[in-house]
């Protein structure tokens, strides 16, 4: 660190000229690389997946994505059987046919299926599956398709309401929300008003202006990533908001460093060089425990999942590569003018002291307080569903909700949104059909005529569950469907984005254990190495597990068990958690609150080095970091709040959970439980033997006669 340090302060216009370039190239490219990120997923060798890829190569459409659903209730004293009635249907359907060419369409109109009808007669509804001329990417092209198709439409004088999944995620307009650039614009204001309160002076700018270095460069990485191979649209939310917490976590903390070293009298390089000897050895651990615990989705047997490792594991490389180099570089330069005016800041850390000393003191009513609070919530975390959201938490308003409520209040149900494909071979579609009569949670299959339903000598069937699809019930009817279409002649297999579903959890949670145990062990030996010590990185570890389930439970308290998502958002509870959100949470969350823990961690071994005292190594590293730690987490709360604006509900349950571990990582883990058992492990803490320190390439750190707990009295 102090050869690279020396390196950047002699060779500064050599530093700012690369990275400025970079910078503007990147502004320049980022919305060629938005649009080069890709929706598409795939899942190898499952059930669900594999029967969709033959569909969509047969018939030229993909389950993947539920279809439409048009529904319209007639009015009192109307059928579907009166006269008229099934003619206007048909004409409606063939309008939008006209509207989405190649799409694939069913309704009573078409097939005569009690099926599509409501028990009492006064509601029907029809199928749509998005056509073979657009792509996987133009969902929302297709929905405005559809709806310009039915504008005006009418059967006995009723219009239809377009209900579907992809229409109840958008609220039913096709709306899109704000965008990643609004949301970390969002973000970044919250993040201003945090640091101008921390520094009182315009050094507030600096961490700021490390994100907006960091944020388009890491886009233009992921632009050339996406030449390679297929980048998941999700990156560029995790880019855009957790690169801009990461890139101003890791320059606060040299920052403030160099401002305490700075204002104690160090001439200006020297200070820059004992910030980087400090801060700088604290963020290169840092980033790379978060790089770890994104990588670690590569063990995963999905690869929009991997992709989502690979990409997102460039965010803390690129910040900590501008926080070693391009920082200390403006640090010398333009730090002490910034540096104005002169007063407050995180290094007045009268409350921060009281506080450790409080800690110390009562360590054994803030260690147990602590795990209370973390035991509630992780309990509430193995109560989780996984699953996709329910329909009804999708969108509690607009024309999509209507036809949602249409559906229920018939009797129909919300099944509908999400059917089961089931593709047989064409000789076998009546025999199959037939069997699936009766079945648990089946509502009613169908077996439409035509090339849409009919090609290549195989037939698609849709079966309509009783329930949502996507609930625990649904999941039950899946197997029974299953179980009923292998035991028939012919082949056939079950499809649909239900079932697909279904298939990603079995992938996704089989391997999961796989990817904690790599990313505790990693993260293990590289804390190890940070730290000179085993029970502190061990510590580490559980802590941040248990921090992570507490925001799984977070989660499920509030999206699951609607907690929260009715009285914040208007959104009914989810029923379930979508079966990626604990993994992206997962992945995200361990390595940033790891964050905080290197942070103060760090602080504490540096002053056990120089006093011996762990009384002393905790107070004085929760004076110098606790303002740090509580303001990097609220810029982050804000970063993550923002990324909850999004319109997707999934996309609202990563952010919240991500900000509420946030959160309780800074305040009940960081500033609470790590003062608290350090304080009761004594020197415990600080021992790291001769055979393990060989093999890490460190120094030993040998454990005295007496050993614990009698420093804390």
């Not at 690279?4 to 919305?31: C, E, M, N, Q």
């Not at 790379?288 to 997102?312: D, I, K």
């Not at 279409?485 to 089989?510: E, M």
């Amino acid at each position: 660190m102090t050869a690279l340090t020396r390196w950047v302060l002699s060779h500064k216009l050599i530093v700012i000229g690369f990275w400025l370039i970079l910078t503007i190239v990147g502004f320049a490219s980022a919305s060629s690389a938005t649009k080069a990120l890709s929706v598409n997923f795939s899942l190898p060798g499952q059930e669900g997946y594999e029967t969709n890829q033959a569909i969509l190569h047969t018939y030229g459409q993909t389950p993947d994505n539920p279809p439409f659903v048009p529904v319209v209730t007639l009015p009192a004293g109307t059928t579907v059987h009166s006269p008229g009635v099934t003619a206007q249907l048909k004409a409606a359907f063939a309008r939008i046919a006209q509207r989405v060419p190649g799409s694939r369409i069913a309704s009573y109109a078409s097939t005569g299926d009690s099926a599509f009808v409501s028990r009492d007669g006064h509601t029907t509804f029809g199928l749509v599956y998005q056509g073979v001329g657009l792509g996987s990417n133009d969902l929302t092209r297709s929905e405005h398709a559809i709806r310009a198709a039915l504008a005006g439409v009418t059967v006995a004088g009723q219009p239809f309401h377009l209900s579907g999944i992809k229409a109840l995620a958008t609220g039913g307009g096709g709306g899109s929300g704000p965008g990643v650039l609004v949301e970390a614009l969002l973000g970044g204001v919250g993040a201003l008003a945090i640091l101008i309160f921390v520094f009182r002076s315009f050094m507030a700018l600096m961490p700021l202006m490390m994100a907006l270095v960091a944020i388009p460069i890491t886009f233009l990485l992921i632009w050339g990533l996406t030449a390679i191979t297929d980048v998941s649209f999700i990156v560029q939310f995790l880019v855009a908001l957790i690169g801009l917490g990461v890139a101003i976590d890791h320059s606060l903390l040299i920052v403030l460093r160099w401002r305490e070293e700075h204002r104690a009298g160090v001439p200006n390089d020297e200070a820059v060089m004992r910030a980087m000897q400090t801060a700088g050895r604290s963020v290169i651990f840092s980033g790379t425990t978060v790089a770890v615990s994104l990588l670690a989705l590569l063990v995963l047997p999905v690869p929009f999942l991997r992709s989502v490792g690979y990409g997102g594991a460039l965010i803390p490389l690129v910040t900590v590569a501008v926080a070693i180099t391009l920082l200390p570089v403006l640090l010398a330069t333009a730090g002490p003018r910034l540096d104005w005016p002169r007063r407050g800041g995180l290094d007045a850390g009268r409350w921060w002291t009281a506080w450790g000393r409080l800690v110390v003191r009562r360590r054994w009513v803030a260690a147990g307080t602590g795990a209370v609070i973390l035991g509630a919530l992780v309990a509430s975390a193995g109560t989780i569903v996984l699953g996709q959201t329910s329909a009804d938490s999708l969108a509690k308003t607009g024309d999509a909700h209507a036809g949602l409520v249409a559906l229920e209040r018939s009797g129909i149900g919300p099944g509908v949104l999400a059917p089961f494909e089931v593709l047989v071979k064409q000789g076998h579609a009546t025999q199959v059909q037939r069997s699936l009569r009766g079945v648990d949670g089946v509502l009613g299959t169908i077996s439409p005529q035509g090339p849409s339903w009919q090609r290549a000598g195989t037939a698609i069937l849709e079966v309509f569950p009783t329930v949502d699809a996507n609930s625990s019930a649904g999941t039950a009817a899946i197997h029974r469907v299953r179980d009923v279409v292998h035991a028939q002649p012919g082949g056939g297999k079950v499809g649909g984005s239900a079932p697909v579903n279904v298939d990603l959890i079995n992938a996704l949670y089989g391997s999961f254990p796989l990817m904690v145990g790599l990313i505790a062990l990693i993260t293990f030996i590289l804390l190890a190495r940070a730290f000179r010590s085993l029970l502190l990185p061990l510590k580490a570890v559980v802590l941040n597990l248990l921090s992570v389930g507490a925001a799984m439970g977070v989660m499920v308290l509030m999206w699951q068990n609607g907690y929260g998502s009715q009285a914040i958002w208007g959104i009914k509870s989810t029923g379930a958690i979508t079966s990626i959100v604990p993994i992206v949470v997962f992945a995200f969350l361990f390595g940033l609150s790891m964050d905080y823990e290197v942070f103060i961690l760090t602080r504490m071994r540096e002053e056990y080095d120089v006093s011996g005292s762990t009384k002393a190594a905790v107070i004085l590293g929760i004076r110098r970091t606790g303002r740090l730690v509580t303001s990097g987490a609220l810029i982050l709360f804000f970063a993550f709040i923002a990324l909850a604006s999004g319109p997707e509900t999934d996309i609202k349950v990563i952010g919240t959970g991500l900000a509420a571990g946030i959160l309780l990582d800074a305040t009940v883990v960081r500033m609470l439980l790590v003062p608290a058992l350090v304080s009761l492990f004594g020197r415990w803490n600080w021992w790291l033997p001769q055979l393990p320190a060989r093999l890490l390439r460190v120094e030993p750190s040998y454990l005295p006669i007496t050993a614990m707990g009698e420093e804390a009295a």
